[in-house]
């Protein structure tokens, strides 16, 4: 085991077919899993019947899923090296999955999460084991703490649920921090058009990028209020109908996509 890749392995067989299941039907059907460590997951899915490509940055892991654990299966591929650096890749080469799932290392579990979302790859579902609070994020909803511009980036093309949460013996090592599996499954209509997307995540990468500021304030200290000036910022909070002095976990997905749109109109000026 490598320590800086912040590995907890789950052994229990009864929760990893239950994740599994959350991903029926398998049959014939191309899943890439990220992070298998030695296969616990793996070996569930081959025996639903999936096609699947694993992506494994621990080189002796490599070595156990290639030579002696799956290197006869036809069924199974293997993708060596960092997953940040690697799917892209196999995203541009290959059609996409039909389901992705992980059990994800805490350190880098968000950002994984992150560059799939924000790449717009819309896979029809995903499964991942992350830390409970990582899940709580995803699933918030408006007027939460945890509502933050994570939980917009994953609800805006899918329906997001925490489906369990898991006891912390079911790994090794049994981590400090408690773990939940997350469901995403994709809406038939994203709820941001194609054409304001990049505007959007601006939006909502500049209102929560310190949440206690006001939006304004936070729009002003953003990357939009140094394209439109400060002028530019109170003309589109006026134009989109936002109250300047509200904080952004008090806006609606409404009010976000007035404030996408009004900046997108901005920036065709």
């Known amino acids: 085991m ?3 890749f912040g590995q907890n392995f789950l052994l229990s067989k009864p929760v990893r077919e239950r994740i599994v299941s959350l991903l029926e039907p398998l049959e014939k059907t191309t899943v890439w899993e990220v992070g298998p460590g030695i296969g616990s997951l793996t070996t569930v899915l081959l025996e639903r019947g999936a096609a699947v490509t ?7 892991f490599c070595r156990i899923l290639r030579e002696h654990a799956f290197g006869e299966d036809t ?6 090296g960092d997953v940040l650096k690697t799917l892209p890749k196999v995203f541009g080469q290959q059609s996409l999955p039909g389901r992705i799932c992980g059990n994800l290392p805490y350190n880098v579990g968000s950002v994984v999460i992150a560059k799939i979302l924000e790449g717009g790859y819309r896979i029809p579902q995903m499964v991942f084991t992350l830390q409970k609070e990582v899940v709580d994020r995803l699933c ?3 007027g939460s703490k945890m509502w933050s511009s994570f939980s917009l980036l994953a609800q805006m093309d899918y329906e997001v649920t925490q489906s369990f949460v898991i006891n912390a013996g ?12 997350v469901h995403f499954s994709l809406r038939q209509e994203s709820l941001v058009k194609d054409e304001l997307r990049t505007s959007f995540l601006l939006v909502i990468r500049d209102l929560f990028a310190q949440r ?16 439109l000036g400060k002028e530019g910022v109170v003309s589109m909070l006026a134009e989109s109908n936002v109250d300047p002095s509200l904080r952004a976990e008090a806006l609606s997905w409404a009010q ?5 749109e009004t900046f997108s109109s901005y920036q065709a000026r």
Do not use: Y
């Not at 694993?54 to 002796?60: L, M, P, R, S, V």
């Open 140 to 142: 918030a909803s408006q």
């Open 54 to 60: 694993a992506f494994e940055i621990d080189h002796g």
């Open 75 to 80: 069924s199974f591929h293997l993708v060596e």
């Open 2 to 4: 490598t320590k800086k």
């Open 170 to 181: 079911a790994f090794f090592p049994k981590p400090n921090v408690t773990s939940s599996v």
């Open 212 to 227: 206690r500021k006001t939006v304004k304030n936070n729009l002003l200290g953003g990357k939009i209020g140094a394209q």
């Open 256 to 260: 976000f996509l007035a404030l996408s």
